[in-house]
């Protein structure tokens, strides 16, 4: 699985958009890019995932450049409560071994 | 539905003694994985599962780490003899083997050894 690179902190206004970036340069054609995040003292939540193509769910949007060697997760709306570990994985598709956490980006939302 | 549920949420133990941890999987999902962290520390992967394959146990600490997986669902860890350095917030994960590999975890946890 390819490497990850993370700011290891930012800060984010509550209700401004936090965007968290990630760069992934020796990723692969059949990586995924995943993000996580782990709020203290709780296990990681899975946020969102995506190949090539920009992502959107309820919690977030995944933007990946078009080469794929970086990508940034965007919370459109920070809150208190998104203050937590944004982990950014790549990991090969379907593989079901191990998810591999690196040091992440501890986001901190502040009013 | 349900999410990964693991008991229990908090242990304490003295050193030498054993314990168990027990993970419950979302129903359906055919991997389950256990990880550790140590405070402050990113996740450590343990021991993982998949269907009716023999498991991965490549990131098993010592032989005083085992895990078993009944029924292809429930599973416990077990640790013998526990060590003070065994303490730190053990986590399950499952996933659904054909999907994309996303793993949901459980709330973790947390051994404390005296």
């Known amino acids: 699985d390819a490497k990850t690179t993370q700011p290891t902190s930012m800060d984010c206004a509550e209700g401004r958009a936090a965007n968290l970036p990630c760069n992934h340069s020796?990723?692969?054609?059949?990586?995924?890019v995943y993000w996580y995040r782990q709020i203290h003292s709780q296990g990681p939540q899975y946020i969102i995932h995506?190949?090539?193509n920009n992502e959107t769910n309820e919690m977030a949007s995944l933007i990946i450049t078009e080469d794929r060697k970086s990508s940034t997760l965007i919370l459109p709306h920070a809150t208190l409560r998104d203050t937590a570990v944004y982990y950014c994985i790549v990991r090969v598709v379907y593989n079901n071994n191990d998810m591999r956490f690196g040091a992440g980006t501890r986001l901190t939302v502040k009013p | 539905g349900a999410g990964v549920s693991q008991s229990p949420s908090n242990k304490v133990t003295e050193k030498g003694k054993d314990v168990e941890l027990r993970c419950d999987p979302i129903s359906g999902h055919t991997a389950l994985y256990w990880y550790r962290q140590s405070l402050g520390q990113g996740l450590e992967f343990l021991i993982y599962f998949q269907g009716n394959s023999a498991p991965d146990k490549s990131g098993l600490p010592s032989d005083r780490f085992s895990a078993e997986r009944t029924g292809g669902s429930v599973s416990t860890l077990t640790i013998q003899r526990t060590q003070q350095e065994d303490s730190a917030v053990y986590l399950c994960?499952?996933?659904?083997?054909?999907?994309?590999?996303?793993?949901?975890f459980g709330p973790g946890t947390r051994l404390l050894v005296l």
């Open positions: 020796t990723i692969s054609g059949n990586e995924y």
């Open positions: 995506g190949l090539k």
């Open positions: 994960a499952s996933s659904y083997q054909g999907g994309s590999g996303t793993q949901y």
